[in-house]
């Protein structure tokens, strides 16, 4: 702690003093470590701040080497700055590590000038550390988050690519493979925003089929049942394809087309050999012939992503059954590859 000036008894305080009562409370107060010493490097005073910051009371670190608080390899340091000091120079802030008592790093943001007696000579240093900790901290998670953010789009470039190939390979007219690759990449970009309103921690089953599947209408006609799953980002990325593409089917040749028949969506998880499994089932039924026009989903890209793309993702398998009246694709994929976290079988089961 700083020890204020006092006063006599009777007598009323200078000018001089008045200022160091001053100074002393700011300097008692601040939430930076603020600490003084001599030429020798050892402490000569030791605010509130720095006791919280490094662990050591002032009793236990005033008249002691200011070096307790370096790193053995940062040691040099303290040299240059005494060396500075001495030369009367303002030493500017720089980052650095230092220790607490408990033998803990912490980083630290100092700022260090010269102290000047009353005759102008230079007699020690002041010192002001900042802790920032969590800064660096945050750095570090930015760094992470740019990181896995060039990945993601590194990995949705060649997403793209393969749409844009297959797209071309089976459209019809430029016109129709603008049109399609228009719809494919909207529907990426709704399974993307449902992951960036989470912070990329995974969107559940349901909100995905809800997002994909309320693009085209007649939502009404859509039932969905299961557990509740959140899904991985990759997950969410290649069901939303497969949502998209059942989805434009029906448009064209089922129910969402007509508006007759219904579409159930349901999911379960089992548990087999160790591990536990999700099956995704999509049960489309017109209630009469589906249009004759084409009667199955439809070859091509659509089935590219839900017989080869999506279950080949996913580490699972997928097939389609066709009937007159009915369209039905299961997939069935171990649940670590889906969800973004585990959770308990009886969360899942509830």
Do not use: C
Request: aromatic fraction near 6%; proline fraction near 4%.
């Amino acid at each position: 702690m700083l020890t204020q000036p006092q006063a006599q008894p009777g007598s009323n305080p200078s000018v001089d003093d008045h200022t160091a009562y001053l100074l002393a409370a700011i300097v008692d107060s601040s939430f930076d470590a603020i600490i003084s010493k001599n030429l020798d490097s050892i402490i000569q005073t030791w605010n509130a701040a720095a006791a919280r910051m490094f662990g050591y009371t002032a009793d236990e670190a005033v008249g002691k080497s200011v070096v307790m608080l370096i790193p053995p390899h940062l040691q040099s340091e303290e040299a240059d700055i005494i060396e500075r000091i001495r030369k009367g120079e303002r030493v500017e802030s720089f980052e650095t590590v230092r220790l607490r008592k408990d033998g803990s790093k912490i980083d630290v943001s100092l700022t260090i000038s010269p102290i000047r007696h009353a005759d102008g000579n230079i007699v020690g240093a002041s010192k002001i550390a900042r802790d920032i900790t969590q800064t660096r901290e945050a750095e570090r998670k930015i760094r992470l988050l740019l990181q896995e953010v060039n990945h993601r789009v590194k990995n949705q470039y060649a997403v793209i690519l393969s749409i844009i190939r297959e797209t071309s390979n089976r459209s019809q007219s430029p016109e129709h493979f603008e049109r399609q690759l228009r719809d494919r990449i909207l529907a990426l970009a709704r399974s993307q925003d449902l992951l960036v309103n989470t912070g990329w921690n995974g969107a559940s089953l349901a909100e995905l089929i809800e997002q994909q599947l309320g693009a085209f209408g007649n939502e009404h006609k859509v039932v969905t049942t299961g557990p509740s799953v959140t899904l991985n980002s990759n997950a969410v990325q290649h069901l939303g394809m497969a949502m998209h593409e059942l989805g434009t089917n029906s448009v064209k040749y089922g129910v969402l087309g007509s508006g007759q028949g219904q579409i159930v969506i349901e999911w379960e998880i089992s548990h087999r050999d160790g591990e536990d499994f999700v099956e995704l089932t999509w049960n489309e039924s017109t209630g009469g012939e589906i249009s004759p026009v084409n009667p199955t989903v439809r070859r091509g890209f659509g089935s590219v992503v839900l017989e080869r793309a999506v279950p080949f993702s996913l580490r699972g398998e997928a097939h389609v059954e066709r009937g007159s009246d009915f369209i039905r694709w299961t997939l069935v994929a171990p649940l670590s590859e889906l969800v973004s976290f585990r959770t308990s079988p009886a969360l899942l089961q509830a």
